[in-house]
């Protein structure tokens, strides 16, 4: 072969490992890496997997926040209107996290229904609601 | 009165910015010389009219103009004059206002920097600038004017800047990255004239470059101030999440990197045209789909202010002008690929493309990820989100990739080389870098594999820059002949690259050996972390200029040695009522303690706690200001005036 056609060659045979290696990383890294929202409405419905890495969003429910004495775990209700769940959290809450706040808890759902969350996430100011409970709510027939 | 003077200053900037779009453009294909000589001018007094305009959006938070709809939403007569300065830019019209000014910045500067240019070149350049400043000039005008009244309803008083956002990190944070993220632009226009002239060339390469490294080095910087802001005052004591509109800055830099790069080869070499062009074009629509991102609020996100479908619409349809426009122009006109191979397999160009292809594959891979979310809500298969997980499994290796190459790199010859210049010195790298590998984990927590592997990987960086400088060294020549002959890119690569290896390690020790407790503490308690022992002493009211909130007392001990005093707050601001941790962190070279008070617990005076130990987190922001000063230092070379000049001349003769 002519050697510069050889090189091409070589040049795009390199081009194409490194981009499978690319999509290969992708792949592997969406493995497990990704999580879906749920609103309470379609937990409670039974549509949310157990066990799963997911996310589930809404309004703090008035009055449902309970705090151990000892230790920093918390359990609260997230409701949609149409649906609530409760959730499990060990750890510290955001600043704007209180009741009648929207918040996006992230986590997997145990057998018994409640909602173990590693993480919760609330807006970062008086204005912002997350777009997926701004949704939920929306199609639970509540405005906000 | 100031609002309209501000709106009428703004007119009259994109009244000069659609002149400077329409008339050289115009002189230079009618070769009209005056016409031509019109863009300096008229970048000129866009820049003017933009600042007058920013001027008075100043002048109104300054002044508590609430009848002004962003001062009444984003200040207070409460707020501290530096924050009533930078309240200007935290929200969504005023860092509108400020990316116009920047972008106005930038065309003024090409105008009175660049005008050894050809004066056909000069023309188009500085006419697609204009373009640009009349996209975004519009945008403000059109979607997101600053300068809208609150009328007939004057609050009394401001609904108060965020928080978050009252910290000197955010007065600096986005007018350093916006010079970064529109500076882009710079390139872009080279490379657009470059394309409607058909003159894509060294030359080319070598008046696109400085101002691509400048861009380059403050996208550095701003990115670098980001993370930082958000490590000591989000109050979780995290340096970089991921997050969506972190990803829309990170994209650019990484494109940007890549073409830093490429353009190296294009004007050394004057190879990989049609290739750099495209990734200008590509640098600058990414830090276009960042703003899209951004303000469109399509994504979830830290950064997202509140959504409006008009604006997101708006840089939609300007970002596929602006893509599908240059991809067009690009398919048209870009030189055809045959400028040939003539180097050979060991040689600097290899080297250089193997990089560009990994930091195009990152790109590629950051893109997807968050875009991902995007995608599959719009093909309707619900609300996903991609995590950290996702992006550090894919980018990690990447970066990895790339250094047995950066070892290396500095010192392969341009053209061809052959290995048995510099073979045993390699041999030398290798070993110290395993040895420093081996070892080196030991003055830290003892052997860890990916510190360990951190280590090795920095240490083989530097011993390459180091190589590099002894192959430099021939005959009799002495240290301070070697080191005084180079110039000022070659210092800029070096400290650039040294960077590098200290965000390598600091990466990777500091995600290894984070300690990191959530605990409930009384007044009294004490609690270990790697070796410290805290105590806190229990927590009391403080006051503020704007808010009201706890102070806890910590005292941090090494070996029953007290080393420090802490004391973080939890703060209300009375305005807006909003809680906001302050965290309290005692800084070092080789770790940080990090303390931040979550909420108070029942009534014996707990509070839950948050308690860090973050080994060697400053090396990453040290190293990124080493990376971003790196790409500034390179502008100083000689190279790029004397050189310039010269090849102006040519220019005009071949003209």
């Known amino acids: ?144 | 009165m100031i609002a309209e003077y501000g709106m009428f200053a703004l007119i009259m900037a994109l009244i000069s910015a659609s002149g400077l779009t329409l008339i050289p453009m115009w002189g230079s294909y009618a070769s009209h010389g005056a016409a031509m000589n019109a863009a300096k001018p008229l970048a000129a007094a866009s820049f003017f009219f933009c600042a007058i305009s920013f001027g008075f959006l100043v002048a109104a938070f300054l002044q508590d103009d609430f009848s002004l709809v962003v001062v009444g939403n984003n200040s207070n007569s409460m707020l501290p004059m530096f924050y009533k300065f930078s309240a200007v830019w935290g929200n969504h019209e005023g860092s509108m206002l400020l990316w116009v000014l920047v972008l106005c910045s930038w065309t003024f500067a090409v105008a009175l920097f660049s005008s050894e240019l050809p004066q056909i070149l000069y023309a188009r350049v500085l006419s697609v600038m204009g373009a640009i400043g009349v996209g975004f000039i519009g945008f403000s005008l059109f979607t997101s004017n600053p300068f809208a009244r609150n009328l007939p309803d004057i609050p009394a008083d401001g609904r108060d800047l965020n928080p978050l956002l009252q910290d000197p990190g955010l007065i600096i944070h986005p007018p350093i990255l916006y010079m970064g993220y529109v500076g882009f632009s710079v390139a872009f226009a080279f490379a657009i004239a470059a394309l409607l002239g058909g003159r894509l060339d060294a030359a080319w390469a070598r008046w696109s470059r400085p101002w691509t490294n400048a861009a380059w080095g403050f996208l550095t910087l701003g990115i670098m101030l980001g993370s930082w802001w958000a490590y000591y005052e989000l109050g979780w004591g995290g340096w970089w999440f991921w997050d969506p509109v972190e990803n829309a800055s990170f994209m650019p830099w990484l494109a940007g990197t890549a073409l830093v790069h490429s353009l190296a080869v294009t004007e050394k070499r004057g190879v990989f045209k049609s290739w750099t062009v495209l990734l200008a074009i590509a640098s600058f629509s990414l830090s276009l789909l960042g703003t899209f991102l951004v303000r469109s609020g399509v994504l979830t996100s830290v950064h997202a202010f509140a959504a409006d479908p008009e604006r997101g619409m708006y840089i939609l349809v300007f970002l596929l002008v602006v893509v599908g426009g240059s991809l067009v122009l690009y398919a048209l006109r870009a030189p055809a690929v045959n400028s040939g191979i003539r180097n050979a397999w060991l040689s600097r160009e290899t080297l250089l493309l193997f990089n560009n292809v990994v930091f195009l594959v990152a790109t590629l891979t950051v893109l997807f990820g968050t875009l991902f979310p995007l995608l599959m809500d719009a093909l309707g298969q619900g609300k996903y989100s991609v995590g950290p997980p996702y992006f550090n499994a894919v980018f990690v290796p990447l970066m990895a990739l790339l250094v047995p190459v950066m070892g290396v790199g500095p010192f392969v010859r341009w053209r061809q080389d052959k290995a048995n210049r510099w073979q045993h010195y390699l041999l030398v790298s290798a070993i110290a870098s395993v040895a420093a590998g081996v070892l080196l984990p030991f003055l830290g927590e003892g052997f860890n594999l990916w510190v360990a592997l951190s280590v090795l990987l920095a240490v083989w960086i530097v011993m390459g820059l180091l190589t590099d400088l002894r192959l430099k060294k021939t005959g009799a020549q002495s240290w301070r002949q070697v080191l005084g002959r180079q110039g000022a890119s070659y210092w800029g690569m070096m400290l650039a690259h040294l960077g590098f290896a200290m965000c390598v390690i600091s990466v990777v020790v500091v995600t290894q050996w984070n300690v990191e407790k959530d605990l409930r503490m009384e007044p009294g308690d004490s609690a270990e972390l790697a070796g410290y022992r805290f105590e806190f002493h229990g927590a009391g009211p403080v006051t503020g200029p704007n808010y009201r909130g706890d102070e806890g007392v910590f005292t941090a001990y090494v070996e029953g040695k007290r080393i420090a005093e802490l004391r973080p707050q939890k703060r209300q601001y009375l305005a807006s009522g909003q809680v906001m941790t302050e965290a309290a962190i005692d800084a070092g070279f080789t770790r940080d303690l990090y303390v931040a008070m979550g909420e108070a617990l029942g009534a014996d005076g707990a509070w839950s706690v948050r308690l860090h130990y973050k080994p060697l987190v400053r090396w990453m922001w040290i190293g990124a200001t080493f990376i971003g000063f790196g790409g500034f230092i390179t502008l100083l070379d000689r190279r790029y005036r004397r050189v310039r000049a010269k090849q102006a001349s040519e220019a005009l003769a071949h003209a």
Do not use: C, W
């Open chain 1, 1 to 144: 072969m002519h050697p510069i056609r050889k090189k091409r060659l070589m040049i795009v045979l390199a081009v194409v490992i490194l981009s499978s290696a690319g999509i290969g990383l992708v792949t592997y890294g969406l493995r497990g890496n990704i999580n879906l929202f749920y609103p309470p409405a379609a937990v409670i419905a039974g549509k949310a997997p157990i066990g799963q890495s997911i996310r589930v969003g809404g309004m703090v429910v008035e009055g449902s926040i309970v705090r151990s004495q000892s230790s920093l775990d918390v359990r609260f209700d997230v409701t949609d209107y149409a649906g609530t769940v409760p959730v499990l959290y060990s750890g510290i809450l955001p600043d704007l996290f209180d009741e009648g706040q929207g918040v996006v808890a992230a986590g997997k759902l145990d057998e018994t229904g409640v909602f173990v969350a590693h993480e919760v996430l609330a807006k970062h100011d008086e204005n912002y609601m997350p777009p997926e409970v701004a949704e939920a709510l929306k199609a639970a027939g509540k405005e906000i």
